[in-house]
C-alpha cells in the first residue's frame, strides 16, 4: 500500500517501508490500455515504422555503435521484442549512420491539454513539421482538446526509465531484491505488472542488474510519469480514449503521455 511521508510516499513491499520521492503517480495508462486492448499487435505496422525513425535519428544523433549510443540500444532492444526483421534494423542503421540514402526527422515533443483539462505531451519524429502541427491541432479540437505553448505542462511530469516485468513470473519482492541493489528509485506493482522506476541516468545499469540475474523484462522504456493523475469517467472518459487513438494515427507521433486515469470498465 502507498501512504504518504512528507515530500514523498512509503511503499510497504514484503513487509518493509521505503519512502522514495513523491513524483509516482504510476506508469503510462494509456501503454497499459493498449496492451490491454491488443492494439500493439493490431498497429505493428506503425510500431515498426516509429522504431525505424528512432533507429535513423538516434544513430544519427549519437553514431551507430550501440554500445555507446544507450538510446539506440533501447530501440534495438524495442525492434527486437516486436520481432523485427535483423535486416530492418541494419538497414535503419546504415541510414543513421549516412551509408545508405535515407530521411532526416526532425524531433518535436507538442504539449496541449485533453478532456477535463488532461495534460498531453505527444513525442514527434517528423519529417514534415508543419503537416504534423496541422494533423495534432485538428485531433485535439476534434475530441475536446487543444495545443498549448512550450512549457505549458512539461513541468506535471518527470522523465524517468520504466522497467515492466510480468508479476506471475517474477514477484514484487524478488524484483524488488535486485532494484534496490541497482540504484532503482521506486517500484509498483500494477494489475498484473511489477514496475521498476530509475534515474534515465542509472537506467542503463538498472536493466543490466536484471540481466545480470537473467530475469527478463515484459518492456522497458523511457517516459514521462505524471506528479497527479485525473480521474476521467463517462463522456469524458470515452472522449479521451478517441481521442488518443486519433493522435496515434498520426505519422511520426512516437509516444504520447499524459495524467488521466481510467477504470478498467471504461477503457
Not at 543513421?96 to 491539454?113: D, S
Request: charged fraction near 30%; glycine fraction near 10%; include cysteine.
Amino acid at each position: 500500500y502507498i501512504i504518504e511521508c512528507g515530500a514523498g510516499y512509503y511503499n510497504n513491499i514484503g513487509g518493509l517501508n521505503f519512502c522514495f520521492g513523491g513524483f509516482m503517480s504510476g506508469h503510462s495508462k494509456w501503454s497499459t490500455i493498449k496492451r490491454k486492448k491488443g492494439a500493439l499487435d493490431a498497429k505493428r505496422g506503425k510500431i515498426f515504422t516509429n522504431i525505424i525513425r528512432e533507429i535513423i535519428t538516434s544513430t544519427r544523433i549519437s553514431g551507430k555503435d550501440p554500445s555507446s549510443n544507450p538510446r539506440l540500444r533501447l530501440a534495438i532492444d524495442e525492434a527486437k521484442a516486436n520481432n523485427m526483421p535483423k535486416e530492418n534494423i541494419e538497414r535503419a542503421i546504415k541510414k543513421g549512420a549516412g551509408e545508405l540514402e535515407g530521411e532526416t526527422y526532425e524531433e518535436i515533443i507538442y504539449e496541449g491539454y485533453g478532456p477535463a483539462g488532461v495534460a498531453l505531451l505527444i513525442e514527434v519524429l517528423t519529417d514534415n513539421r508543419n503537416r504534423t502541427v496541422s494533423e495534432v491541432r485538428y485531433a485535439l479540437s476534434r475530441h475536446g482538446g487543444s495545443l498549448g505553448e512550450s512549457g505549458c505542462v512539461m513541468w506535471m511530469f518527470n522523465k524517468k526509465g520504466v522497467i515492466g516485468f510480468d508479476a506471475a513470473a517474477y514477484p514484487e519482492d524478488k524484483v524488488m531484491e535486485v532494484a534496490l541493489d541497482a540504484g532503482a528509485e521506486d517500484i509498483k506493482t500494477e494489475e498484473d505488472e511489477v514496475l521498476v522506476y530509475a534515474d534515465v541516468k542509472d537506467f542503463e545499469s538498472v536493466k543490466a542488474a536484471f540481466e545480470a540475474k537473467g530475469m527478463k523484462e515484459k518492456f522497458s522504456e523511457i517516459s514521462y510519469i505524471p506528479q497527479t493523475n485525473i480521474e476521467l469517467k463517462g463522456k469524458e472518459a470515452d472522449q479521451m480514449i478517441r481521442l488518443m487513438d486519433a493522435l496515434e494515427e498520426i505519422e511520426g507521433i512516437q509516444n504520447i503521455h499524459a495524467n488521466f486515469d481510467i477504470q478498467e470498465e471504461q477503457a
